[in-house]
T-cell receptor, first 108, second 110 residues
Framework: KNEVEQSPQNLTAQEGEFITINCSYS?????LHWLQQHPGGGIVSLFM???GKKKHGRLIATINIQEKHSSLHITASHPRDSAVYIC??????????FGTGTRLQVFP | DAGVIQSPRHEVTEMGQEVTLRCKPI?????LFWYRQTMMRGLELLIY????????DSGMPEDRFSAKMPNASFSTLKIQPSEPRDSAVYFC????????FGQGTRLTVV
């Protein structure tokens, strides 16, 4: 069983829709990361969270430590948001454990 | 800063050949990670270094894989001999408080 579970695995949306991607983990962590992998393969770090909520442009990430759950939201989605979104957690070991990723496709 | 720099971007090699992947981390970062990404297994951690010292290499699949970090600005991942099942994208990442990834090396072993 993967220690980091993401849902959904695949997601399609129409441009402008509000997107939510979920991530659950099993034990206490020191930090949670949201990563974006573009179709060309490059990986970009979007957020690092240890509590609360962070916002960057149309992207919002939240984490609930008690429930061991994080969400990544995209408001007013756009085709250029199409990518794989990966949740990764740091279990106080200074290395990341990755979720399986969510493949998002946003159609015009 | 140019970010994490990996080379080569693409590598095609014949089975049995030695392959060396290179990584230059972001200056000042004290941790360096090598990951492998395949369709079947997603992203997997192979090995990570802290202050140039290998901390955990439990993800290295076999003795054919080896990694070195001779100094704070350079690391290599070597596969000898390479096999077709090693075909994957290999990512290097460095971190101080947040992980930054290189663009990856797409390795194809034929």
């Amino acid at each position: 069983k993967n220690e980091v579970e993401q849902s959904p695995q695949n997601l399609t949306a129409q441009e402008g829709e509000f997107i939510t991607i979920n991530c659950s983990y099993s034990v206490g962590i020191s930090a949670l990361h949201w990563l974006q992998q573009h179709p060309g393969g490059g990986i970009v770090s979007l957020f690092m969270l240890s509590s609360g909520k962070k916002k960057h442009g149309r992207l919002i990430a939240t984490i609930n430590i008690q429930e061991k759950h994080s969400s990544l939201h995209i408001t007013a989605s756009h085709p250029r948001d199409s990518a794989v979104y990966i949740c990764a957690v740091d279990y106080n070991t200074d290395k990341l454990i990755f979720g399986t990723g969510t493949r998002l496709q946003v159609f015009p | 800063d140019a970010g994490v720099i990996q080379s080569p971007r693409h590598e095609v090699t014949e089975m049995g050949q030695e392959v060396t992947l290179r990584c230059k981390p972001i200056s000042g970062h004290n941790s360096l990670f090598w990951y492998r990404q395949t369709m079947m297994r997603g992203l997997e951690l192979l090995i990570y270094f802290n202050n140039n010292v290998p901390i955990d290499d439990s993800g290295m699949p076999e003795d054919r894989f080896s990694a070195k970090m001779p100094n704070a600005s350079f690391s290599t991942l070597k596969i000898q001999p390479s096999e077709p099942r090693d075909s994957a994208v290999y990512f290097c990442a460095s971190s101080l408080d947040r992980a930054f990834f290189g663009q990856g090396t797409r390795l194809t072993v034929v």
